[in-house]
């Protein structure tokens, strides 16, 4: 919820700024600053009212009790008020300085008290400039009213206006300052949310990655297997036998460090029948004669790699039974 203030915001009279006896015929002038200001969340309420806690202690907000005690303090704030290390002075409003605490807070959301404590830094340096920059605006405002010519300003005046724009680049350092700690501290928060965030999605491609080389390793079994197909064809009285892939291939594979492959599968089809070369695989008359008969075999890979050194020393060129069970 956005509201505007009409005006008079600030209002601070401005006396004659030198003192001199022309002072009986001073003007007052009223310096405005329009503050858009944001109604405050409820859950900044109680982070403004620790603020402003803290701010009174910093800032005790001490002064005259007696009424001629008062006159004298209201008419010190018209020459001293804009260097007044105060929290709110004669003219300023206290839900002004909420209304810019608040908005800081919602800027840079504070994760640390020593975050939070930069951002109320941030608020303090704004206010006191923009209290230093009326202070500023209004005597010269004054001294313009009363002689339009700044050559005819009397050397008093010119000292006034140095010593109060010292003050007002004083306070622009002060805010400067504050910012570069507070926006560095963002900057090094969003470069290491972004750390975590680039580290995690390393981790995640680098789990997908595993998981797929788990997968590309275990061709479809639940653990690192070889996959062997084997298609033994008998036709005018001759045996031939191909490995896909043959068994070289996957001694090769033998050697990858990344999941070795644990056990191995062979599947032998026999499109044309079971030749005598095979007849050790099954005693059944039925299997020898079924034409696409199947056998497969699930070994660990230590009774593959016998009988593929076997197959390797008889130089048949046929394939060996693996000394263990298997499924037909």
Same mark, same amino acid.
């Given at each position: 919820m956005m509201a505007k203030n009409p005006g008079r915001l600030f209002q601070l009279k401005s006396g004659h700024p030198l003192g001199s006896a022309s002072?009986?015929?001073? $003007?007052?002038? /009223?310096?405005?600053?329009?503050?858009?200001y944001t109604a405050l969340q409820?859950? %900044?309420?109680? *982070?403004?009212?620790?603020?402003?806690?803290?701010m009174e202690k910093l800032h005790p907000q001490t002064g005259p009790v007696t009424d001629a005690g008062k006159e004298i303090s209201s008419r010190n704030a018209l020459t001293h008020g804009g260097t007044s290390e105060k929290l709110i002075?004669?003219? +300023? !409003?206290?839900? #002004?300085?909420?209304?810019?605490?608040?908005?800081?807070?919602?800027e840079y959301s504070p994760e640390t008290p020593d975050a939070r404590n930069l951002v109320e830094d941030a608020a303090l340096a704004r206010w006191f400039l923009w209290r230093r920059q009326r202070a500023f605006n209004s005597v010269e405002s004054a001294l313009? %009213?009363?002689? %339009? #010519?700044?050559?005819? /300003?009397?050397?008093?005046?010119?000292? $006034?206006l140095a010593l109060l724009d010292r003050y007002k680049t004083a306070a622009e350092r002060s805010l400067t300052r504050v910012l570069q700690n507070l926006n560095g501290r963002q900057r090094a928060k969003k470069q290491q949310v972004q750390s975590k965030l680039a580290i995690a !999605?390393?981790?995640?491609? *680098?789990?997908?990655?595993?998981?797929?080389? /788990?997968?590309?390793?275990?061709?479809?079994?639940?653990?690192?297997? *070889?996959?062997?197909?084997?298609i033994v064809r008998f036709y005018r009285g001759e045996t031939t036998t191909i490995m896909t892939p043959n068994n070289h291939e996957l001694f090769r594979?033998? +050697?990858?460090?990344?999941?070795?492959?644990?056990?191995?599968? !062979? !599947?032998?089809?026999?499109?044309?029948?079971?030749?005598?070369?095979?007849?050790?695989f099954t005693d059944r008359e039925d299997y020898r004669n079924e034409k696409g008969h199947t056998i497969e075999q699930l070994v660990p890979v230590a009774a593959w790699i016998a009988a593929a050194k076997e197959e390797e020393k008889l130089a048949t060129g046929h %394939?060996? *039974?693996c000394p263990t069970h298997f499924v037909s």
């Open positions: 002072s009986k015929k001073a $003007k007052f002038y /009223w310096l405005t600053i329009p503050i858009t409820p859950a %900044a309420v109680h *982070l403004v009212r620790q603020t402003r806690a803290r002075v004669p003219g +300023e !409003r206290q839900e #002004d300085f909420d209304t810019l605490l608040n908005s800081l807070l919602e313009y %009213a009363q002689q %339009a #010519d700044p050559a005819a /300003w009397p050397p008093e005046a010119f000292h $006034k !999605r390393a981790t995640a491609a *680098l789990e997908q990655h595993d998981r797929e080389q /788990w997968k590309k390793a275990c061709q479809g079994f639940d653990r690192p297997t *070889l996959v062997q197909k084997i594979e033998l +050697e990858r460090t990344v999941y070795p492959p644990e056990h191995a599968y !062979r !599947r032998f089809e026999f499109p044309n029948g079971i030749p005598p070369e095979y007849y050790s %394939a060996l *039974l």
